[in-house]
């Protein structure tokens, strides 16, 4: 049997984990989401750790999780994510001289953050891609708390990263770049790929509704927002959908940008009623949704669970990343 790995979330509104096999035909064997109270978390930073901490045992003890080992997924506004060139360099040399290549870009000083760079092209002597910097306390905070839980992050990755590998759906014809955008009840994150690389990232905070997703009353926020409901769209949706358009305007007008051709819709709220229609009604480009089962197989365990939501899609991709 393939190698596990588990790719592990945690959200303002809620904890979530998936496990998967990799090989020639990735496979979930389990995950599940524990939620989380008020206060407790905030765009992948942990405020109360033993609140945390205790919904982490939870999960594993509910999901069916074999492993102790995890890599964790992270995603803020806070992350900085911008285009960077760099002299061409060896992996490791490269890695080791990031830190004194950049530290004129970081908010905070170079040794208070942890950093990657994700290369997208190069030339003879230089390479292109996306610089993240993170603020380490918060990074040191998720692991720590983790660990009082007795679960080790092996590895932290970014979460739009982690979508931009979720297969043929991120890939998309080599002459379109393809956008997916996992609709959280906080937090957006949207990335922006061509052949299966991310060429654009932004983090989008807008709070639609709080604990009314995903499924909201009848005269919520979905309603309001297709029906008008006399008092015209949901101020908060409205918002998300412009943020979206203008992220997408802002891409395609990069000197040479590759076009959007359609927008994928995953996360915890993606699917509350009237979301995905209002999105695609404000866009000017196809929208499609993305689950789970359109990404991997399930074992017969996780079948007889019933579909995942796709709420787990973000781990989901953080577990299909590369092997550590």
């Given at each position: 049997?393939?190698?596990?790995?588990?790719?592990?979330?945690?959200?303002?509104?809620?904890?979530?984990?998936?496990?998967?096999?990799?090989?020639?035909?990735?496979?979930?064997?389990?995950?599940?989401?524990?939620?989380?109270?008020?206060?407790?978390?905030?765009?992948?930073?942990?405020?109360?750790?033993?609140?945390?901490?205790?919904?982490?045992?939870?999960?594993?003890?509910?999901?069916?999780?074999?492993?102790?080992?995890?890599?964790?997924?992270?995603?803020?506004?806070?992350?900085?994510?911008?285009?960077?060139?760099?002299?061409?360099?060896?992996?490791?040399?490269?890695?080791?001289?990031?830190?004194?290549?950049?530290?004129?870009?970081?908010?905070?000083?170079?040794?208070?953050?942890?950093?990657?760079?994700?290369?997208?092209?190069?030339?003879?002597?230089?390479?292109?891609?996306?610089?993240?910097?993170?603020?380490?306390?918060?990074?040191?905070?998720?692991?720590?708390?983790?660990?009082?839980?007795?679960?080790?992050?092996?590895?932290?990755?970014?979460?739009?990263?982690?979508?931009?590998?979720?297969?043929?759906?991120?890939?998309?014809p080599a002459e379109q770049a393809v956008a997916i955008a996992s609709i959280g009840e906080h937090t957006t994150s949207v990335v922006i790929t061509v052949a299966g690389i991310p060429r654009f990232v932004r983090i989008i905070p807008v709070d639609l509704a709080g604990g009314s997703l995903p499924q909201p009353p009848a005269d919520g926020i979905a309603r309001r927002a297709l029906d008008g409901g006399g008092q015209g769209p949901d101020p908060e949706l409205a918002d998300l959908v412009a943020r979206l358009r203008g992220t997408l305007d802002f891409y395609s007008a990069r000197d040479g940008a590759t076009p959007v051709g359609t927008l994928y819709l995953?996360?915890?709220?993606?699917?509350?009623?009237?979301?995905?229609?209002?999105?695609?009604?404000?866009?000017?480009?196809?929208?499609?949704?993305?689950?789970?089962?359109?990404?991997?197989?399930?074992?017969?365990?996780?079948?007889?669970?019933?579909?995942?939501?796709?709420?787990?899609?973000?781990?989901?991709?953080?577990?299909?990343?590369?092997?550590?």
């Amino acid at each position: 049997m393939p190698a596990s790995v588990i790719g592990l979330e945690i959200a303002e509104e809620a904890i979530r984990a998936v496990e998967v096999t990799h090989g020639k035909h990735p496979t979930m064997v389990a995950g599940g989401e524990v939620p989380l109270p008020p206060g407790a978390a905030k765009d992948s930073e942990v405020l109360d750790p033993d609140a945390v901490a205790l919904a982490v045992r939870q999960l594993w003890a509910h999901a069916g999780l074999k492993s102790r080992k995890v890599v964790l997924g992270v995603a803020n506004r806070r992350i900085l994510v911008r285009e960077y060139v760099s002299p061409k360099l060896p992996p490791a040399l490269l890695k080791a001289a990031l830190p004194f290549e950049v530290g004129d870009l970081l908010p905070v000083p170079v040794d208070q953050a942890v950093l990657d760079f994700y290369p997208i092209s190069e030339t003879d002597t230089q390479i292109l891609g996306l610089l993240v910097a993170a603020v380490s306390e918060t990074v040191e905070g998720l692991i720590s708390t983790l660990g009082r839980a007795k679960v080790r992050a092996t590895a932290v990755d970014f979460l739009p990263f982690g979508l931009a590998r979720l297969g043929p759906a991120a890939t998309g014809p080599a002459e379109q770049a393809v956008a997916i955008a996992s609709i959280g009840e906080h937090t957006t994150s949207v990335v922006i790929t061509v052949a299966g690389i991310p060429r654009f990232v932004r983090i989008i905070p807008v709070d639609l509704a709080g604990g009314s997703l995903p499924q909201p009353p009848a005269d919520g926020i979905a309603r309001r927002a297709l029906d008008g409901g006399g008092q015209g769209p949901d101020p908060e949706l409205a918002d998300l959908v412009a943020r979206l358009r203008g992220t997408l305007d802002f891409y395609s007008a990069r000197d040479g940008a590759t076009p959007v051709g359609t927008l994928y819709l995953t996360g915890a709220a993606a699917t509350a009623p009237g979301v995905g229609q209002a999105i695609a009604a404000g866009l000017p480009v196809g929208v499609r949704y993305l689950g789970v089962p359109d990404l991997v197989g399930l074992s017969k365990s996780a079948a007889s669970r019933g579909v995942p939501p796709p709420s787990l899609v973000n781990a989901l991709g953080i577990a299909l990343g590369d092997s550590r």
